[in-house]
């Protein structure tokens, strides 16, 4: 900057003339309680509000957590998006919503590593900490996994979207639910059929929601793993994120052999859910997006094992 153009700057008002300027006004008097114990609660009223509420709480809570993968890499940080709540009665106006956040940020400062058995213990804490008989927390992250070319043995990283959630009741325990969505490739068997030579082929996107039993034990079974697995070994074949010409044909020439309908993918992955012990209840959708279609393709099943 030349002299010139220092010496014709602009000379602005303070910061505090700025913002009188910009519409701030000096504090008015006060004249309301500052101690806690002082002030209204209004959350905490008690008269008849007409209707119990299945859940009140907080939810879209982004919040780093730990993770443990039995796929490489074994233990990563990631970003968990919470859900939390609770039943209230009609007794009550509302719940302390302050009280979920503290929670979470006391097992973050103790380290937040993200399994069955820590999401059980936190949910019990937090339906004691609310007084209410219940509470449920779920959280969703990206699970990331190690994926190798099938020629190349050159290594990537793959993801999929993973959600646990707990739920907690004194009178009947907890129920687990895990969901799992990831990415496989389909190939048409109907335009493999018509077709001279060629057929078209869609990326699927395969969601598996899945109620484990009590005696489920993750420290035996990584279920991200088993979910995964079932999707991906019914596909016409996997996604990697690196694949160099061998892998490419070798990948080409897999789904070629394996050619899948989406309603195939989803009685397939049913057909591995169902042979999982410690699977009580599940649900599974595939949307294949058609690379010769402007629409998606989409199947859908649920079954209840206990209901046999």
Not at 51 to 64: C, M, T
Not at 74 to 86: H, N
Not at 172 to 194: N, Q
Request: negative net charge.
């Amino acid at each position: 900057m030349n002299q010139t153009n220092i010496n014709t700057q602009k000379q602005l008002p303070s910061k505090e003339e700025r913002h009188k300027l910009f519409g701030s006004v000096d504090p008015g008097p006060r004249t309301k309680p500052i101690e806690k114990d002082e002030m209204a609660d209004l959350q905490n009223s008690r008269e008849d509000f007409l209707f119990d509420l299945d859940a009140v709480g907080i939810s879209n809570v982004k919040h780093p957590i730990r993770i443990y993968s039995s796929k490489k890499p074994e233990m990563q940080t990631t970003i968990g998006t919470f859900r939390f709540a609770s039943s209230i009665g009609k007794g009550s106006k509302g719940t302390n919503m302050s009280r979920f956040t503290e929670q979470l940020d006391r097992y973050h400062n103790d380290g937040f590593a993200v399994d069955i058995t820590t999401l059980k213990k936190f949910t019990k804490e937090l339906a004691d900490r609310l007084k209410q008989e219940d509470a449920e927390v779920e959280v969703s992250y990206p699970w990331f996994f190690e994926r190798r070319g099938p020629f190349s043995d050159l290594a990537g990283m793959n993801h999929a979207d993973a959600t646990m959630k707990v739920s907690y009741h004194q009178q009947t325990g907890y129920d687990v639910e895990v969901s799992l969505t990831g990415k496989i490739t389909t190939l048409c068997p109907c335009s493999k059929e018509i077709s001279e030579y060629s057929a078209h082929n869609q990326r699927g996107n395969v969601t598996m929601s899945v109620r484990l039993t009590e005696d489920f034990d993750e420290n035996d079974m990584d279920w991200k793993e088993a979910l995964l697995e079932a999707a991906e070994s019914n596909a016409s074949a996997r996604i990697h994120p690196v694949l160099k010409r061998p892998d490419e044909k070798a990948v080409t020439e897999q789904a070629y052999e394996n050619p899948r309908f989406v309603e195939d993918i989803v009685r397939l992955v049913a057909a591995d859910l169902y042979e999982l012990p410690y699977v009580e209840r599940f649900y599974v959708a595939c949307r294949n997006e058609e690379s010769i279609h402007l629409h998606d393709a989409i199947a859908e099943v649920t079954y209840d094992k206990t209901e046999e």
